[in-house]
């Protein structure tokens, strides 16, 4: 049984104002919910059609057509369960940290903390218009992993300002990436989808680095950010790891 | 103008089947468009909104009410084309070739295909049962750069046999693509997002191999396809270009 103001409340979590003012975010499918519970993330709630399950204070057996009106993706899967918000311990500043600059798309921000996750970065500092990490498309497209990278809003002109570290950052035209030394503790810059790294930030980056273009030269549209991210952190780990 | 029979047509092409028997397909957005036009894919008609367009045979001016009517995706753009899907060469039998096994996502393969121009990679091998590259969905994540690499549907176990070439999988043990000395001349294999290469393609691997997972161990979901290919790729054109 799901009652009208637990419908409410999740229902409500699909905006950020409500999620920040309750302090909870929604996951779906029993890989995500799975990876979670066993972090350090704390289960408020489990709402579940599988028919093994047992009730208890935080776990509600539904059917499925309730299941299907909470749901927030266009096939609902077999249980959705509210997260509370974790608190966020203080910026670090040794390691590799990678500062997203106006992310937009809820997919390739998922990925690209997926991909932190992959490549043991446990910091992920975005500007604070960069699409929120609680968003329900976002957490699909972690995995789980965003249990195991902490997620900073901030100033990023301040954040960078503040920090000894050398600043890689992803450009059109900058030094091969493959050729550059890179150290251990740094920070990584991805810029915007449409438009890059802003202007701002581009006068703080000491390194500008590019992945090198083969075959053909044309005017093609850049990578993808995800994609760009996956090989910049390869690249950062592979000349550390080996 | 829009005829009923050219809404009719163009709604069809979201079905493979209608594309097959017409053998044309959609794009969207002047972005993928314009990279259509310029290269060897040749342009069957385009509809308008655009005020400065000039009719001519295979213009034809369309309100944006009429656009939105025809346009596959969620936010219509300011022009739609129909391409005629281009007769394919021979498989090659050297230089770097992908081949993809069941994947499913339109996303992923658009995203594939987009890494395979950036990276140089001319030619893709599909397995019949991987998403249609003329899939609308498919189209868009390639940013055009569907023209500039070639995409066969092959029994791919037909095609490893008749190879002669090393045939490199991502697995998730095999060993470390950063210790392998990667050649020019070779095939790189994928396998579907959920279950990854089958067990039929694992048999015809010669090197399996794997992009290593750094920091705290744990067992993750895998990597996207897609940012693996990216790490795969990269490695393979980093070794040969530098």
Redesign the interface.
């Known amino acids: 049984m799901i009652s009208k103001s637990q419908i409410k409340l999740i229902t409500s979590l699909k905006q950020k104002k409500y999620r920040n003012t309750e302090g909870l975010f929604v996951a779906e499918g029993p ?1 995500v919910i799975a ?1 979670l519970v066993a972090s350090k993330i704390r289960l408020h709630s489990l709402f579940t059609s599988e028919i093994s399950a047992v009730e208890d204070s935080t776990t509600h057996k539904i059917s499925e057509l309730e299941l299907k009106k909470i749901s927030f993706l266009t096939t609902a899967n077999s249980s959705l369960a509210l997260f509370e918000i974790p608190q966020i311990s203080e910026v670090k500043k040794t390691g590799l940290t990678v500062v997203l600059d106006a992310i937009r798309d809820p ?1 390739n921000l998922g ?1 690209i903390i ?2 932190c ?6 910091q992920l500092v975005c500007s604070t218009d960069t699409v929120d990490c609680y968003n329900p498309k976002v957490i699909q497209a972690t ?3 965003i249990a ?1 990278v902490q997620v900073h809003y901030l100033d990023v002109q301040e954040y960078l300002n503040s920090s000894n570290l050398p600043v890689y950052g992803g450009v059109m035209n900058g030094n ?1 990436i ?2 550059e030394t890179l150290p251990e503790d740094a920070i990584v810059v991805l810029g915007n989808e449409a438009n890059g790294i802003s202007k701002e930030i581009m006068g703080l980056l000491t390194h500008k680095i590019t ?6 030269r ?1 005017d ?2 850049s ?2 950010v ?6 910049l952190l ?2 950062f ?2 000349t550390i ?2």
């Open positions: 890989k990876e997919g990925t997926r991909l996750d992959w490549f043991g970065v446990e995995m789980g992993s195991r091969s493959y050729a992945i090198p273009q083969f075959g053909q044309h093609t549209e990578l993808n995800a994609t760009a991210t996956a090989v390869s690249e780990r592979r790891g080996t």
